[in-house]
């Protein structure tokens, strides 16, 4: 994965072998580590929560014209 790994709740040998992949290679763990925290940033930074807000405000104040 990109930002990290799903691994069924049943297999706890993928489990394990993820973690120590992730262990092991301390690139691949900044690199996703890296594109999660921008991942976070693109979909629940201050920029975008402002938006979100004003939307709903703006279809609030539409509703009552």
Request: without cysteine; aromatic residues 4%; hydrophobic residues 35%.
């Amino acid at each position: 994965g990109e930002t990290g790994y799903l691994v069924n709740r049943e297999d706890p040998e993928t489990l394990a072998e993820r973690i120590r992949l992730l262990l092991q290679d301390s690139d691949l763990r900044d690199r996703m580590g890296k594109a999660a925290r921008d991942r976070i940033r693109r979909r629940f930074g201050k920029e975008r929560m402002i938006g979100a807000a004003e939307n709903v405000l703006q279809k609030v104040a539409n509703r009552e014209e």
